[in-house]
């Protein structure tokens, strides 16, 4: 064992995302590869239903950052503050599915192609048009969830488990 934490969004200074890694690291990255997976064919398959030919813009992997970051930001705030999840939501949803649906390995390559096809303007755009947007993304689904879960004054707030009834909302 190396020491490093499986998962790298593991704050081992809080005791529940530290016993995550207690009962083993297997389901963990079981988990994680699992959504990766899915993540990845979705991605995959939004880039083919919508190619760009080299020097445009690449909109599909602009949008499938942007909403993944978005996704992201509303994960965060549902398995942090509104519901006490299973232990592999948060794996297999956010480092698997949308880590394995976002890309940004293939935004900078698709960067230096639109350098290298000579459309640096466009390039330079899509570089920092993607980290604004992406950005923004987090921090809307962030706000807006947390917007939304906030109980009404005078309540306590809900802590939902996955997959269970709320009992404050009837639902």
Same mark, same amino acid.
């Given at each position: 064992?190396?020491?490093?934490?499986?998962?790298?969004?593991?704050?081992?200074?809080?005791? +529940?995302?530290?016993?995550?890694?207690?009962?083993? #690291?297997?389901?963990?990255?079981?988990?994680?590869?699992?959504?990766?997976?899915?993540?990845?064919?979705?991605?995959?398959?939004?880039?083919?239903?919508?190619?760009?030919?080299?020097?445009?813009?690449?909109?599909?992997?602009?949008?499938?950052?942007?909403?993944?970051?978005?996704?992201?930001?509303?994960?965060?705030?549902?398995?942090?503050?509104?519901?006490?999840?299973?232990?592999?939501?948060? #794996?297999?949803?956010?480092?698997?599915?949308?880590?394995?649906?976002?890309?940004?390995?293939?935004?900078?390559?698709?960067?230096?192609?639109?350098?290298?096809?000579?459309?640096?303007?466009?390039?330079?755009?899509?570089?920092?048009?993607?980290?604004?947007?992406?950005?923004?993304?987090?921090?809307?689904?962030?706000?807006?969830? +947390?917007?939304?879960? +906030? #109980? +009404?004054?005078?309540?306590?707030?809900?802590?939902?488990?996955?997959?269970?009834?709320?009992?404050?909302?009837?639902?």
């Amino acid at each position: 064992m190396t020491g490093r934490p499986v998962d790298p969004d593991v704050d081992l200074h809080v005791p +529940r995302q530290r016993s995550e890694l207690r009962e083993g #690291p297997w389901g963990v990255l079981a988990a994680i590869a699992a959504g990766g997976a899915l993540g990845a064919l979705a991605r995959h398959g939004l880039g083919s239903v919508f190619p760009h030919r080299p020097g445009e813009f690449p909109w599909a992997v602009f949008w499938v950052n942007v909403s993944g970051c978005l996704l992201i930001g509303v994960l965060m705030v549902l398995v942090t503050e509104t519901w006490t999840a299973h232990r592999l939501v948060r #794996p297999f949803l956010g480092v698997g599915v949308l880590g394995g649906f976002t890309t940004f390995s293939t935004y900078v390559v698709d960067a230096q192609e639109l350098v290298n096809h000579g459309a640096p303007l466009v390039g330079l755009a899509y570089l920092a048009g993607t980290l604004a947007a992406a950005l923004a993304a987090v921090f809307t689904g962030v706000r807006v969830t +947390r917007l939304l879960a +906030r #109980p +009404r004054r005078g309540e306590a707030a809900p802590r939902i488990r996955c997959g269970e009834r709320s009992e404050a909302s009837g639902e």
